[in-house]
Structure formats: C-alpha cells, structure tokens
C-alpha cells in the first residue's frame, strides 16, 4: 500500500501524531473490536501494539496469529509517518507483512559498555571542572553512568520518582507521552 496524507493540516504536533495513531487502531465491528495497547515514537515511525476481542467474549478465530489466553489476539502495527509540504502522512503496516522498521523501543534492561545490565536507573548530576553533567544512577549498584536519548528510548518515568526526577530527564519523557 501507498502513503495517505491529511491535506487539511489537522496533524501538527506529536499529540495531535499520537491521537490520530490511537484513532487509527482503535475501531468497532459487528463482530470485533480492538483497541490500541501502547504506542511508542522512534525517529519519524510509530510502533503500536493492538488488542482485537470478540464482541461476544468468544475467542478470535485468526489463522496468522495465535490466541491469547484470554481469547483475544494482540499484534504490532508500524507507521511511517512524514510531512510533505506541511500535510501528515503515515504508511501502516502489521508485523506480518514484513520486512517493518525494526526499532521498536523494548522493555528490556540496558545493555552497558562493560557487559552488565541496569533496569532501573535515577537521574542525578555529576561536576567536572566548573560543568555540572547530567548521569544516571544504577539503583541496583549504585554506580554512575551516562545514557544516551537512545537508550532512553521506550523508558518509562515510575510516578513515585517524579517529584524527585531530574526536569531534564521529566522533560524528555512528558516529551514522548505527550
């Protein structure tokens, strides 16, 4: 399929991308109905996950995806997404149709130089000379380190940290939900 662009300039900002994403995945058959799960941004490409349920609570019957336990499927959708001339656009697809964009951001630890794995990091300063240095606590550790925005990719901000949390990292992270 081709790309479909929005003339009437209605998508803007990331909110209004975000809100026409979840337009997008979320919709009511007769039979079916499916909802959007999460949606993340990496570049210009949007990745979704997607439940479908059976209007009657009966499993959905799929012969690309298997049934979850609760009789629902859920699948990953990616959009490409662009402006041309001031107009939105996206591209969709559905995991099977491969091959997809692959940076999808995962829930998995971060993998660091050394070899070692940190899951949950806090957010503090460090000084070098007269510079103060934005770095990361490893709560299981304790140790510093420094992340990129990449690897922050697909974080989540835990809400008892976010009083505490440092504006620039509470800045990024409201940045990408928004």
């Known amino acids: 399929m081709g790309w479909l662009f929005y003339t009437d300039r209605r998508v803007q900002t990331y909110a209004d991308e975000k809100a026409e994403i979840a337009r997008l995945c979320t919709f009511e058959s007769d039979r079916r109905k499916t909802e959007l799960v999460k949606a993340c941004k990496v570049g210009s490409t949007w990745y979704a996950a997607a439940k479908v349920t059976s209007i ?3 499993p959905v019957e799929d012969t690309t995806y298997l049934t979850d336990a609760d009789g629902s499927i859920t699948f990953g959708a990616v959009f490409l997404t662009r402006y041309d001339d001031g107009c939105w656009g996206y591209k969709d697809m559905e995991e099977s149709a491969g091959p997809n964009e692959s940076r999808a951001p995962l829930a998995a630890p971060v993998t660091l130089t050394d070899g070692s794995t940190c899951q949950i990091v806090t957010a503090t300063y460090y000084k070098r000379g007269r510079q103060k240095r934005r770095c990361y606590r490893i709560e299981e550790t304790g140790g510093l380190v ?5 690897s922050l990719a697909g974080s989540e901000l835990l809400s008892s ?3 505490a949390a440092s504006p620039v990292l509470a800045e990024f992270l409201a940045g ?3």
Do not use: E, M, V
Request: charged share 45%.
């Open 161 to 163: 940290a976010k009083g």
């Open 146 to 150: 420094r992340l990129s925005k990449a």
């Open 176 to 178: 990408r939900d928004a």
């Open 56 to 58: 009657d609570g009966s």
